[in-house]
């Protein structure tokens, strides 16, 4: 009993290694979000905006520590030399000096500037979190149409390989039906010429799949060969028309932006102070240098009077600056619901289209299947078998691109009501 065990192992090891062999070569499956997670993964744009807002953040932190004492450490010295009565006044150069001075600087800066210093960098934060999420959004639109462009070359395939089946099935029954001089040899050669091109269009369906498949890698930031069946790619169904979306949101940025530079100009003409202490040593050499170590303290105050109506001008501009994004809003917002409109109405239409599609898909594979039975007992033309055929690829081809179509619309729809 032990020896027939062994023996059955080493006859089964083969076919288990053959198996395992097999398994490994099934082609992997994946989905639409793999290769958008891919994309947003390797993009050097979302890693961009990324930096951007670490970079937005230090900013923060060194405006926050402008507000502190600044505390510096100085040092000059000067030699004046007079040579025989000839050199600099020795009254405004004291011929030669010497500080070292350990100096604190600290502006007193009100609430309401760093409130609108603080909130320049928050409004600049989300300009960039707005712009990483649109080009987030663009990204998984342009991989999506791909998708689904790679996905309808995959039905395509799929599709002419049965087709290729079914009229290899045929064929070899014709040609029996042909030797018994059944049907005449032109007959015969006129379907073996329908299933040699449709053999063509197997191949050439493949090499566009292919193409498609290795443009969708490209999108997506991969370098992979290897072949993938693609996922039927599933949408939630479309949600009610968004009134204020993320694309206003950039309009509602600008404003606030505007607002804020405004309250700027402002505070530009607010009196400044500021006040310094410093300690060290300074000296001229002149008399007792050995006790020139010191302190002083002191203050600055600076008041705008006047400056030829800049504070005017700058509010002009300004104010065109709310218009043109004001302007470019308003366009926006018809612009906006006219593409809704249009994708809904697109959609609509397609999806209208379905079921009668659908019945002459039904209507043709009927035909195909009494012609196939018709055919083995020589009751019906090879030429009309062919054309029956046609038909039914013809209707299947249309079903497929109206769906690739809706997909495609509805991607858009998706796309713009956010």
Not at 52 to 58: A, S, V
Not at 141 to 163: P, R
Not at 376 to 402: C, E, H, P, W
């Amino acid at each position: 009993m032990e020896h027939f065990k062994k023996t059955l192992l080493i006859l089964l090891f083969p076919i288990f290694l053959i198996s395992i062999g097999k398994a490994q070569v099934r082609p992997a499956v994946q989905d639409l979000e793999f290769f958008v997670g891919q994309a947003i993964k390797f993009s050097p744009l979302a890693k961009d905006y990324n930096n951007q807002l670490l970079m937005n953040k230090i900013d923060s932190m060194r405006l926050k520590a402008g507000y502190l004492p600044q505390l510096t450490a100085s040092s000059t010295g000067l030699y004046a030399p007079v040579i025989k009565g000839y050199g600099y006044d020795e009254a405004l150069t004291n011929s030669h000096t010497l500080d070292a001075l350990l100096t604190m600087n600290y502006n007193i800066v009100g609430n309401g500037i760093k409130q609108n210093q603080q909130k320049a960098i928050r409004l600049q934060a989300d300009s960039i979190r707005y712009a990483s999420r649109l080009s987030e959004l663009d990204l998984r639109k342009a991989i999506t149409d791909q998708y689904i462009t790679a996905y309808a070359s995959q039905l395509q395939v799929e599709f002419n390989l049965d087709i290729v089946r079914l009229l290899k099935t045929e064929e070899s029954i014709l040609k029996e039906l042909t030797r018994a001089n059944a049907y005449k040899q032109t007959e015969y050669l006129t379907f073996l010429v329908t299933y040699q091109q449709q053999q063509l269009q197997l191949k050439q369906a493949e090499l566009q799949y292919k193409m498609d498949y290795a443009s969708l890698n490209y999108l997506s930031g991969m370098n992979d060969t290897t072949t993938v069946v693609l996922k039927e790619p599933i949408f939630n169904p479309v949600k009610p028309l968004a009134q204020e979306g993320f694309f206003l949101r950039r309009f509602e940025i600008d404003s606030l932006k505007t607002i804020n530079e405004r309250k700027a100009v402002d505070n530009a003409y607010k009196p400044k102070a500021g006040v310094y202490v410093n300690g060290g040593y300074n000296s001229s050499f002149l008399l007792q240098p050995y006790r020139n170590f010191g302190t002083s303290a002191g203050f600055t105050i600076s008041i705008p009077i006047y400056d030829g109506h800049q504070r005017k001008m700058q509010y002009s501009k300004l104010d065109l600056q709310a218009q043109t994004s004001s302007y470019y809003r308003n366009y926006f917002l018809n612009q906006h619901k006219q593409q809704l409109d249009m994708l809904q109405q697109q959609i609509r239409e397609t999806d209208s289209m379905f079921k009668q599609i659908e019945a002459q898909i039904k209507f043709t594979r009927s035909l195909i299947e009494v012609d196939s039975k018709l055919l083995r007992t020589g009751d019906v033309k090879i030429a009309d078998f062919v054309i029956a055929i046609n038909n039914y690829m013809n209707s299947q081809n249309l079903l497929r691109q109206t769906n690739i179509n809706r997909l495609k619309l509805i991607n858009q729809l998706n796309y713009w009501n956010r």
